[in-house]
């Protein structure tokens, strides 16, 4: 057999294995941006199904502080909403709204001794804490999984795989300015 005929071919096996590898490389990262995503999903969950029985028990302290109550609700139904749509941008927004709810709700709490000695508001507030602080955990996980899966589908040769077959850029996790901004707590209680 001809020497340049061999070397072509042994040439050309080696450019598919190594598109096959990048490819294989981007569909991993792929997933693991979802699987990232339905960790997080888990733990809304988990929390979505909370929160009704923390505003239940603060209800039954909190008589006259209904707009903080409504307002942790419709933020959960918004996350709810975002999650199942799957709506990475809109989910930042409403978890965003749910956040400062809860914050104003812990906050107006302290108002009032009975429902913060009550030892069922301690469970849920400390579950609901403990769930904030997972999903936050969770939420840098995921995107870092972003981040990389976007930069490998940008990159060259990823990006020729990546075109080809179908590879979109993800969505991070953002949420907005007012979650990000210092908590005026004169505000709060005033």
Do not use: W
């Not at 096996?13 to 941006?33: D, G, S």
């Not at 996980?141 to 976007?150: A, E, G, I, M």
């Not at 795989?161 to 709060?188: C, H, N, P």
Request: glycine share 4%; proline share 2%; with cysteine.
């Amino acid at each position: 057999m001809d020497p340049v005929l061999i070397t072509i071919l042994v040439l050309l096996a080696l450019t598919i294995l190594y598109a096959i590898f990048i490819y294989n490389h981007l569909v991993r990262l792929k997933h693991n941006v979802s699987r990232a995503f339905s960790n997080i999903d888990v733990l809304l969950k988990q929390r979505h199904d909370e929160l009704p029985k923390l505003v239940e028990t603060c209800k039954q302290h909190m008589g006259y502080e209904q707009k903080t109550l409504e307002a942790v609700m419709r933020a959960r139904s918004a996350v709810a909403s975002a999650s199942e749509k799957g709506d990475i941008k809109a989910l930042g927004q409403a978890e965003s709204q749910l956040r400062l709810g809860l914050g104003n709700l812990f906050a107006v709490a302290e108002d009032y001794p009975e429902l913060t000695a009550s030892e069922s508001f301690h469970h849920l507030h400390s579950r609901i804490s403990g769930l904030e602080s997972a999903i936050a955990d969770r939420r840098e996980y995921y995107n870092d999984s972003v981040n990389l899966y976007n930069i490998r589908i940008e990159q060259f040769p990823d990006l020729i795989i990546a075109r080809r077959m179908g590879f979109s850029a993800a969505t991070l996790l953002e949420f907005d300015d007012a979650e990000k901004a210092d908590v005026d707590m004169q505000k709060l209680f005033s």
